[in-house]
Nanobody, 125 residues
Framework: QVQLVESGGGLVQAGDSLRLSCAAS????????MGWFRQAPGKEREFVAG????????YYIDSVKGRFTISRDNAKNTVLLQTNNLKPEETAVYYC??????????????????WGKGTLVTVSS
């Protein structure tokens, strides 16, 4: 079975950084675009960043450009999200998702084939 397992979340202060990791198994990892999503309290799940199967093409929402970096290691079946200078409003459960044959620019929640269970990021002020 397919499993995506996130890790790296925690409680940090505004301005701090975290590196989130997603370990994938049970799928041909290099055939999937991978993305990070987040869901804040009382809000819908939203796309944050995506990376194509090769790792060469990346896409971010405007609010995280220059602060977050998505990357993947196809040899290790992992995708990372480096989150720098975190803001309190970015407190959320962060999820990774896998999308088969999906351009990263269109990687909305409806395009995800498999989800992880999420890792909680809490940013205090």
């Amino acid at each position: 079975q397919v499993q995506l397992v996130e890790s790296g979340g925690g409680l940090v202060q505004a301005g701090d950084s975290l590196r989130l990791s997603c370990a994938a198994s049970g799928l041909t990892f290099k055939s999937y675009a991978m993305g990070w999503f987040r869901q804040a309290p009382g809000k819908e799940r939203e796309f944050v960043a995506g990376v194509d199967p090769s790792g060469n093409r990346k896409y971010y929402i405007d609010s995280v450009k220059g602060r977050f970096t998505i990357s993947r290691d196809n040899a290790k079946n992992t995708v990372l999200l480096q989150t720098n200078n975190l803001k309190p409003e970015e407190t959320a459960v962060y999820y990774c998702g896998a999308a088969f044959a999906t351009p990263v620019q269109t990687m909305g929640v409806s395009k995800i084939n498999y989800w992880g269970k999420g890792t909680l990021v809490t940013v205090s002020s």
